[in-house]
C-alpha cells in the first residue's frame, strides 16, 4: 500500500511543476461514452453474426459493421416478432432492445402512421421482398417521427425464408 502513496506523491510532484494543469477526471465521461458505445457495437455484431450463423443465412452483401454504426438494425424472426435490436434504436426513438423483442415493429406505428404506406410494406413482406419507405413512426415518449426503412427478407441455405432485416434511420 505505501508503494501507492508515493506513486501518488510522485506523480502530484510532478504535475504540481507542469505549467499547463490537467484533469482527465473531466474527460472520464467522454471516454466511457466512447467505450460503451465500443462495447455495444461489438455486442450487437456478434448477436448478429450468431444469429445468421445459426440460421444458416445465404450470404449477403450488407455492410453491417457501418450498419451498426449509422443506423438502427432490427431483425424479426418470419413471423415478424422482434429477435434482435441494435443498440442505436435508444437513440433513435427511446426504446431499449429489452423492451421491443418480441413484440411486431408495429409497435412503433400509430395514427400518423400512413396505412397505403404500411399496406405497401406488409405487400412485400407477403411477397418476400425488399422495400425501401419513410414511415411515421412514435417514439416511446410518445412523439413522431419519420423513419426510412430498407428492410429484406433473409433466407437460408436451404432457400426457405428464416428472417426480415430492417435497416432504419431517422429520415
Sequence with gaps: MSNFKEYEDAIAVYHNGLNVKTAPIFCWDFHNEFLTEVKSFFLDLNKLNSIASKNKWVQNNWDL????????????????????????????????????????????????????????????????????????????????????????????IKGELSHYIAFEKAA
Excluded at 80 to 103: D, P, R, T, W
Excluded at 131 to 137: A, L, R
Excluded at 145 to 150: D, F, G, P, S, V
Design 65 to 156: 459493421k457501418s450498419s451498426l454504426r449509422d443506423e438502427v438494425v432490427v431483425v424479426t424472426d418470419a413471423r415478424l416478432s422482434i429477435v434482435f435490436a441494435s443498440h442505436n434504436i435508444v437513440k433513435m426513438n427511446g426504446y431499449l432492445e429489452q423492451e421491443v423483442l418480441g413484440k411486431s415493429p408495429k409497435m412503433f406505428q400509430g395514427e400518423a402512421t400512413n396505412h397505403i404506406t404500411s399496406n405497401e410494406i406488409r405487400l412485400a413482406i407477403l411477397d418476400q421482398q425488399p422495400f425501401e419507405k419513410v414511415v411515421m413512426n412514435y417514439k416511446k415518449n410518445g412523439e413522431v417521427y419519420a423513419c426510412l426503412i430498407k428492410g429484406y427478407p433473409v433466407f437460408n
